[in-house]
């Protein structure tokens, strides 16, 4: 692929599409997301309102990390707080695609909704790749930036429409247009982190409380593997608990799972050969985060798993 005659092709696409009228995008801080910034704020200027829509389900520091980048970019970046709307949308929820369809109608219905109502925008750039639609339409699990290809015509139902510059593309595609956009390293080799963030990686439930703990998994999880060389890796907290001790006394505490794997496009991985030294760091540090007393590796290949756990 010449990432710069993409870049250009879409350039072009966004202003003969949009027009005089106004865009705005989400943007979460993954390759995808950043990618579809930058490109619509080179082809639509002061035309493109970017927010970045605060969730609850993000890792620690992500929202400030975001805005400093954004901010050294010149691209200007709304942060909009919508925690408790979320948070309210996933009580009471444990099954996988139940959670993904509240995280998409809480986006879509509830905080985005209003926020386009709001800027009066007309079109909505998301970074829909193209495994997102595969899987989707698939079946393996629905995506929450999946609409039009699940019959969904968000024109009629949330008022704007949907350009996705990205949807020809898989990762590593992706990535060579970052690079071509002149977007910094710790963006355009960043690992894949998902839409609906960390309530992927909650098996059951997603309470404040179980973010905390996935929330710091992960960043022990993120320190002790960058630099690998790994297509991703991520932290999960199943839903089981087990047995352990802590300080001398019983505790049935709970599960959580690492996973790391190579992957060039994410449509199949295999597990990484991490070294043994490395996973007992983890493991020690991982089982230090209160309420956890079990951590396991996960050795599954995608197929039969999936990447994420949810």
Same mark, same amino acid.
């Given at each position: 692929m010449d990432a710069g005659a993409f870049i250009q092709e879409q350039t072009e696409a966004l202003r003969d599409t949009v027009g005089d009228g106004r865009a705005i995008n989400a943007l979460s801080g993954g390759v995808d997301s950043s990618v579809v910034t930058a490109l619509a704020h080179r082809a639509l200027g002061r035309q493109l309102t970017t927010v970045f829509v605060e969730n609850a389900?993000?890792?620690?520091?992500?929202?400030?990390?975001?805005?400093?980048?954004?901010?050294?970019?010149?691209?200007?970046?709304?942060?909009?707080?919508?925690?408790?709307?979320?948070?309210?949308?996933?009580?009471g929820l444990d099954d996988p695609e139940e959670k993904r369809h509240a995280i998409t109608r809480a986006f879509y219905e509830t905080v985005f909704g209003r926020i386009v109502r709001e800027s009066g925008a007309t079109y909505l750039l998301q970074g829909t790749i193209l495994t997102d639609i595969d899987e989707t339409v698939a079946g393996i699990k629905r995506q929450h930036n999946i609409l039009a290809q699940l019959g969904i015509d968000p024109e009629?139902?949330?008022?704007?429409?949907?350009?996705?510059?990205?949807?020809?593309?898989?990762?590593?595609?992706?990535?060579?247009? &970052?690079? @071509?956009?002149?977007? +910094?390293? !710790?963006?355009?080799? #960043? *690992?894949?982190?998902?839409?609906? $963030?960390?309530?992927?990686?909650?098996?059951?439930?997603?309470?404040?409380?179980?973010?905390?703990?996935?929330?710091?998994?992960?960043?022990?999880?993120?320190?002790?593997?960058?630099?690998?060389?790994?297509?991703?890796?991520?932290?999960?907290?199943?839903?089981?608990?087990?047995?352990?001790?802590?300080?001398?006394?019983?505790?049935?505490?709970?599960?959580?799972?690492?996973?790391?794997?190579?992957?060039?496009?994410?449509?199949? &991985?295999? @597990?990484?050969?991490? +070294?043994? !030294?490395?996973?007992? #760091? *983890?493991?020690?540090?991982?089982? $230090?985060?209160?309420?956890?007393?079990r951590c396991l590796y996960d050795l599954t290949p995608k197929p039969p798993a999936t990447v994420e756990y949810v």
């Open positions: 389900l993000m890792r620690a520091g992500e929202p400030e990390r975001i805005l400093r980048i954004f901010g050294d970019l010149g691209i200007p970046v709304e942060r909009v707080d919508a925690r408790r709307e979320f948070l309210d949308a996933l009580r009629s139902a949330y008022g704007y429409k949907v350009i996705e510059p990205l949807r020809t593309l898989r990762k590593d595609g992706v990535r060579a247009v &970052a690079a @071509a956009l002149g977007l +910094p390293d !710790e963006l355009t080799r #960043r *690992i894949p982190f998902p839409g609906p $963030a960390l309530a992927t990686r909650i098996v059951g439930e997603v309470t404040e409380e179980r973010l905390e703990t996935v929330r710091a998994a992960t960043a022990v999880v993120e320190e002790e593997l960058d630099g690998c060389g790994a297509f991703q890796y991520l932290a999960a907290l199943l839903a089981d608990r087990a047995t352990g001790i802590r300080d001398g006394r019983r505790e049935f505490g709970q599960i959580v799972a690492v996973r790391c794997v190579d992957s060039l496009d994410a449509r199949e &991985a295999t @597990a990484t050969r991490i +070294p043994w !030294e490395t996973l007992e #760091r *983890i493991s020690a540090r991982i089982t $230090a985060i209160p309420g956890v007393c």
